[in-house]
DNA sequence: TTTT
DNA sequence: TTTT
């Protein structure tokens, strides 16, 4: 209660995602993802720093990312951070934080505007970016309120 | 496709919200959130800027609204930049931006903690606040995958 | 004092931004930013929403807006709401709700990896998009920490 | 460049913060953070998940959480993520996934108003917490524009 | 491991 | 007024 645990990435796949599917048919896509910030530091200088994420999303998030997205692909995560525990075999405590993402946004996909044909990257074929409705890429919201009747 | 429109607040209610029911008994509520914000000005000298926001709420979020908040409040709201537009009586073009609220985070109910009678404020009586399952806070992620029989 | 106010948005610059500078040469650029959503309805119908965002940037931002950024540019914002309002000469109260820009981070230079003589638009020739320093896209966090000699 | 690390927490700290000072007097603190979030789940049932955070704040932010923050706080951290590896003594690959904090917001200073004395834990005396100027509160947008003189 |  |  009374909690909030959000965040927001923008940056590229280190690699294409590794997706799998659960009892159920449920899908689990993960990838890592590369945020590169570039600011100055005291002195002025230039500097560029990159941290690496390990992004988990869940069921339609998982599907569309399996369709659309590959090494390279330039994304906006929306999520919640969530760390794991375990045990390695030799009994060693292992942590592994993640973010579980809960909203999707693709920003190069524009690269088919140039270049129908062939998108940028090496997809696995299959009928992939092409056609307008890979819907869903947002799954927001789900409000959708009456029009515009407020009575204000 | 490809958008984004979020909008985070934290700040105190105005007034006690204003809240309707529409046709079908659709709630929606509706307030204003001052949000003050303190920094340095390139003088050094300490500023304090406040913003005055409308915020909506719709269905649930806008029966939290009711139950729970009043003139004082202060809240967490996630939500989406709407602006709306009308003519006046006179035909003046009007504009209103309005923050449409997807998330709400109740953050001074812990008032209760110290105090369970007598929540901070005059309350309309109700079954106010107390109780600890004003369920329901978070509106959120309607993403609940299975447990952590992640196959990675 | 305990306040926040932050707005997120990605979406594409209706038109090229519009820059002025000041006395003391501070520069502010003024733009339209349509930022689309799409997801379900209710009845499972898909449902695109555009909305319009007016984005104010100072300085630097302001700056590099007017070197990088054209009608159509897809960006990153990061800011605050702030509204405004004054009389019109027929003495009508208006009211006019920005966006106030922190950050910002341009989404389709990519474009130039493909092309990179000619930017996807219109700029005022230049010497624009080109070269890879246009350092400073993100002005973020003065933050820099001394390295990794965290004594935890 | 092109590159986006934001996190957004509201939660309460689990311990104390732990404050060091390296050379030339910075001050780093450190603490744990729970942020607990409430949904339904498909069945419908209302779960309660807790997530524990690593905290890091730096100089001037650091200060304040040593002045006014302790067991139980509840804060908004804005802040970015960041993954540092190391080995320990067996030589086992380590990880840690830390919040290095841009921004702090302190959300129950208001247990002020009901009981200016006696905080709600054991602050060490200092006079702190008191008074209403714990200013700067916000570290933030270091962006301040002549008043309202716009051009537009 | 990405990207500029 | 943008974009898909």
């Known amino acids: ?36 910030e570039t600011f100055k530091d005291r002195a002025g200088k230039l500097i560029s720093q990159t941290e690496w994420h390990t992004v988990v999303l869940w069921r339609g998030l998982a599907e569309l990312a399996q369709k659309y997205l590959h090494k390279g692909s330039l994304v906006y995560i929306e999520g ?8 390695d075999k030799e009994g060693n405590k292992k942590f592994a934080t ?17 270049n129908q044909d062939h998108p940028i990257a090496h997809h696995s074929g299959s009928g992939s970016g092409s056609g307008d409705n890979y819907s869903g890429l947002d799954i927001p919201p789900s409000l959708n309120e009456p029009a515009d009747d407020l009575p204000f």
Chains 1, 2, 3, 4 share one sequence.
Do not use: Y
């Open 80 to 87: 919640r951070l969530r760390t794991r525990s375990w045990e």
């Open 98 to 114: 993640e973010v579980v993402g809960d909203n999707l946004v693709m920003l190069d996909k524009r690269m088919d505007l140039n």
């Open 1 to 36: 209660m009374r909690g909030v645990n959000k965040v927001i990435l923008i940056g590229n796949l280190g690699r294409d995602p590794d997706v799998q599917f659960l009892e159920g048919n449920i899908a689990v896509a993960k990838f890592s993802l590369a945020t590169t």
